[in-house]
């Protein structure tokens, strides 16, 4: 079976989010068998520095056709994104040969495919993921919807990262989606320099995920570390994270809060944090290679994010994989995952209430059982049970 996956982008030193859920499914498939193909399409805008052009390279056993332009466009000029698509999947053809099912992800770049299943005569797999279309429908813009409508009108099967998110689809565009999680990535990549890509570049994989995660005891002594990984906006919630963590403290100060990542809402944050005076509690740690972050979970405590809206939550599912209990919010997609075993679910935006979960977690951490929050996840978000699922929904499109 071949198989090509349309993405957004391919994961790099500079730029390792871009394309990364679509990457990590592509090693998903390449790995249970399946022949793999990416064609990256990076429409980003010109201040995100990179190689720009089209070129042909093999990394980690998959072909690897990439287009980038600083057009700065994925929602707009559709006409002429669809040409430099059709364009590409041509060069697929031609070195790669024609594929069984394309798979597209995100509803503006299943937008940009749908001519492909018409030209090409290849059914199409279609995967949204996006917090754009993860509200009500008239808090959705109109160009988003048509292209939304596109996307699904093309793809002969769809899937959503979610139950929550499936529903939500469902309601907003008809659509029946079938769930299909988000792959959880068990092994890391070092990504070398962009302009050291060569036709075969060397890509340094090592397997760091532990079944048995070994985290320091809550003996009174160390200081309970509590650690949240997610980009700094505003839906993340980190203000009501903050606004929790405060009161926490006040129930036992022998804790700590560690932030991964980076983005525009840093500099309200650290206002914030100074403001409650949380500045020897709190550390921004900014924006960390997947390996980094898996150290700082690794010697955590418990992991929390009170995100207003998730569609999945691979961030969560990462710290699991450790073995650490989780306190999330009803915001979609942690639903599927997070349970009285494994961790607690607050309301979106309740401070309060998310400080309660966090000291009851404290209290109780004992009795959490590490093996059995890493083992759950494993089993149901490893590569080979996402891409068993994904190969079961193409073989329904096969001849």
């Known amino acids: 079976m071949k198989v090509l996956i349309i993405s957004r982008g391919v994961p790099t030193a500079k730029a390792p989010l871009n394309g990364i859920f679509e990457w990590d499914q592509a090693l998903a498939l390449k790995n249970a068998n399946v022949d793999v193909a990416f064609l990256a399409l990076d429409f980003r805008k ?40 059709k364009q590409m999947y041509n060069r697929v053809e031609k070195h790669w040969g024609k594929p069984d099912v394309l798979h597209s992800h995100f509803y503006f770049m299943g937008a940009i495919a749908a001519q492909l299943p018409a030209l090409s005569g290849v059914p199409l797999v279609h995967t949204e993921h996006s917090s754009k279309l ?28 979610s139950t929550a998110y499936a529903d939500r689809l469902h309601h907003n565009f008809g659509i029946d989606a079938q769930v299909v999680p988000n792959v959880l990535a068990l092994q890391h ?17 090592t397997n760091q995920i532990t079944e048995s995660p070994h985290h320091q005891a809550d003996n009174g002594i160390t200081p309970f570390t509590w650690v949240s990984v997610g980009r700094l906006i505003q839906p993340k919630g980190f203000d009501t994270l903050l606004e929790a963590f405060a009161q926490t403290l006040k129930a036992d100060a022998n804790q700590q809060l560690q932030i991964v990542g980076d983005g525009p809402y840093r500099g309200a944050l650290q206002t914030k944090i100074e403001q409650l005076h949380l500045t020897d509690k709190v550390k921004l740690l900014g924006a ?27 961030s969560y599912i990462e710290a699991m994989a450790l073995g650490l209990p989780v306190v999330a919010t009803c915001c979609g997609g942690p639903s599927d995952f997070v349970n009285a075993t494994n961790g607690c679910l607050v309301p979106v935006g309740d401070a309060a209430k998310a400080a309660d979960a966090m000291c009851k977690i404290k209290a109780q951490y004992a009795t959490y059982q590490p093996q059995q929050i890493a083992n759950e996840v494993l089993q149901k978000y ?5 891409a068993k699922q994904l190969i079961t929904q193409y073989q329904m499109l096969l001849p």
């Not at 332009?69 to 994104?81: I, K």
């Not at 996307?151 to 002969?156: G, I, K, N, T």
């Open 46 to 85: 010109i201040t995100e520095k990179r190689f720009w052009g089209i070129r042909r390279y093999v990394r980690e056993g998959i072909s690897v056709f990439e287009l980038s332009l600083p057009t700065g466009v994925y929602r707009r000029a559709l006409g002429l994104l669809q040409f430099w698509c």
């Open 134 to 161: 993860n509200k009500s429908l008239d808090a959705i813009s109109s160009l988003d919807k048509k292209l939304a409508q596109k996307a699904f009108s093309a793809a002969s099967v769809i899937t959503a990262v």
């Open 189 to 205: 990549c070092s990504v070398t320099k962009e302009d050291q890509l060569t036709e075969s570049p060397n890509h340094r994989l």
């Open 288 to 314: 960390m290679p997947r390996n980094k972050v898996q150290e700082c979970l690794a010697n955590a405590h418990a992991f929390v994010l009170l995100s207003q809206s998730e569609t999945f939550g691979v």
């Open 382 to 386: 490893a590569p080979a049970s996402v």
